[in-house]
């Protein structure tokens, strides 16, 4: 019974091509969250969203667009892929949008290969 | 803003032995400190979190330490595991921060 749950777990698609990952919980959090994760490690925070709203959105392309169509789901879109947006995707929850008061439960992340 | 530094990225140790993972931070104001554990091709997981106003919390074999002053905080794993490998990420925010400030990760390696 996964908790945070994101689809698909493996992207392999053409530099060009547009894309999406869907994620959902099933916690009852407020607040959803992309991250990515590139071949270093390095988790960044991509968007935020509490509520449906979006709170934060951090320097990324335009190309990515996330879409809440309510505080269960978080899904994102990405158009005109580039290599360089190969990484690890991982979608995440948390009860509220205050990290001082609720940890983060990850989904299992999407491996998204662009040749 | 904050800014969060973790070192080393690479730490390998004796199975048995104990490891220690340092951050340091940048903003006075955080204060809110968490720990996350990420096993090769797995998700990362809270293994444990500390607020400022508390010097060290234990979890049976790991530890974090906070020292305010000198804006540093650590975690500490003894008699480590093999299943302790794994990349672990410190991280810290604010009562204001919407968001977490990620230290880049250290690859722990447990050697038999």
């Known amino acids: 019974d996964t908790a945070v749950s994101q689809t698909p777990k493996y992207l392999v698609t053409q530099m060009g091509n547009d894309k999406s990952i869907k994620c959902e919980q099933n916690l009852g959090h407020d607040t959803m969250y992309w991250y990515k994760q590139d071949s270093k490690k390095f988790l960044k925070i991509m968007f935020s969203?509490?509520?449906?709203?979006?709170?934060i959105n951090e320097t990324v392309p335009n190309r990515f667009s996330p879409k809440s169509p309510d505080k269960a789901h978080l899904n994102l879109h990405i158009n005109s892929l580039e290599l360089g947006d190969s990484a690890v995707y991982f979608c995440?929850?948390?009860?509220?949008?205050?990290?001082?008061?609720?940890?983060?439960?990850f989904g299992n992340g999407t491996r998204l290969t662009v040749t | 803003g904050e800014n969060v530094e973790q070192h080393p990225s690479t730490l390998s140790v004796q199975e048995g032995d104990s490891a220690v993972i340092k951050c340091t931070y940048s903003?006075?104001?955080?204060?809110?400190f968490p720990w996350y554990k990420q096993e090769l091709g797995k998700r990362p997981q809270l293994i444990i979190d500390?607020?400022?106003n508390v010097g060290e919390k234990k979890d049976q074999r790991i530890a974090v330490t906070l020292n305010k002053t000198a804006k540093h905080f650590s975690l500490h794993i003894t008699e480590t595991q093999p299943e302790d490998s794994a990349v672990y990420f410190c991280?810290?925010?604010?009562?204001?921060?919407?968001?977490?400030?990620w230290g880049a990760g250290t690859k722990l390696i447990i050697k038999p």
């Open positions: 500390i607020r400022s």
């Open positions: 991280a810290a925010s604010t009562d204001s921060n919407y968001q977490l400030i």
């Open positions: 969203y509490n509520n449906k709203e979006l709170i």
């Open positions: 903003d006075s104001a955080s204060n809110y």
């Open positions: 995440a929850s948390s009860q509220e949008h205050r990290a001082f008061n609720s940890p983060l439960h």
